[in-house]
């Protein structure tokens, strides 16, 4: 089945650029109508959604980051990847890659497409510090 | 922005209880509403989608209720790998999905 692997450095100097990927493995990158998104966590806090990208390379980002995020994809390696740039303490983080999935089903008030992160990376700790 | 709200933050409860946790959205989400389990160290896993599907392979003394913006998740009776931290997460207004501040959920 289809598996996700963050990778990259654990630890990021402030100002600096936080670059992550994640391999999918298991399955085609370019197969079904899934776009592949990062989700992050500081130590003892929420889900924060960063940002998404088709394998096609259209994006949507997270307003609150979008201007220092860049999510990119390579489709011969089967990979994503993200960076983010300006980095403070407050990025610091479990990073997650997730595959953001829609499907269709039928209830009794018709069709319906739910949309949900399905198959979620390990993570990956990204400590911001000089 | 679309604003999450759980209760409790934290729960405790003994092995055999029903547990109940509740999320409010801050407008309007019609059923647009997942729910996850995180175990410690570990990554989110669904759980729940469209408020009250449960999804393939979970068990079902797991259930989710609600719409509009009110919504319930249960377990009907507690078992010891059920100990996680419990979120709820919104899809109303694509792309941006926010979650809840979670549930962490522990046995008495």
């Known amino acids: 089945q289809v598996q996700l692997q963050e990778s990259g450095p654990g630890l990021v100097k402030p100002s600096q650029t936080l670059s992550l990927t994640c391999t999918v493995s298991?399955?085609?990158?370019?197969?079904?109508?899934?776009?592949w998104s990062w989700i992050r966590q500081p130590a003892g806090k929420g889900l924060e959604w960063i940002g998404r990208?088709?394998?096609?390379?259209?994006?949507n980002y997270n307003p609150s980051l979008k201007s220092r995020v860049t999510i990119s994809v390579d489709t011969s390696k089967n990979q994503f990847s993200l960076k983010l740039s300006s980095v403070t303490a407050a990025d610091t983080a479990v990073y997650y890659c997730?595959?953001?999935?829609?499907?269709?089903?039928?209830?009794?008030?018709?069709?319906?497409?739910?949309?949900?992160?399905?198959?979620w990376g390990q993570g990956t700790m990204v400590t911001v510090s000089s | 922005d679309i604003q999450m709200t759980q209760s409790p933050s934290s729960l405790s409860a003994s092995v055999g209880d029903r547990v109940t946790i509740t999320c409010q959205a801050s407008?309007?989400?019609?059923?647009?509403l997942n729910w996850y389990q995180q175990k410690p160290g570990k990554a989110p896993k669904l759980l729940i989608y469209?408020?009250?599907n449960l999804e393939t392979g979970v068990p079902s003394r797991f259930s989710g209720s609600g719409s509009g913006t009110d919504f319930t998740f249960t377990i009907s009776s507690l078992q010891p790998e059920d100990i996680a931290t419990y979120y709820c997460?919104?899809?109303?207004?694509?792309?941006?999905?926010?979650f809840g501040q979670g549930t962490k959920l522990e046995i008495k």
């Open positions: 997730a595959r953001d999935t829609s499907f269709d089903y039928y209830d009794s008030s018709g069709y319906k497409t739910p949309y949900a992160f399905d198959i």
């Open positions: 298991g399955g085609s990158i370019s197969s079904g109508s899934y776009y």
């Open positions: 990208i088709y394998a096609s390379g259209s994006t």
């Open positions: 407008q309007d989400i019609s059923n647009y």
């Open positions: 469209d408020a009250s």
């Open positions: 997460q919104q899809y109303d207004n694509l792309p941006r999905r926010t």
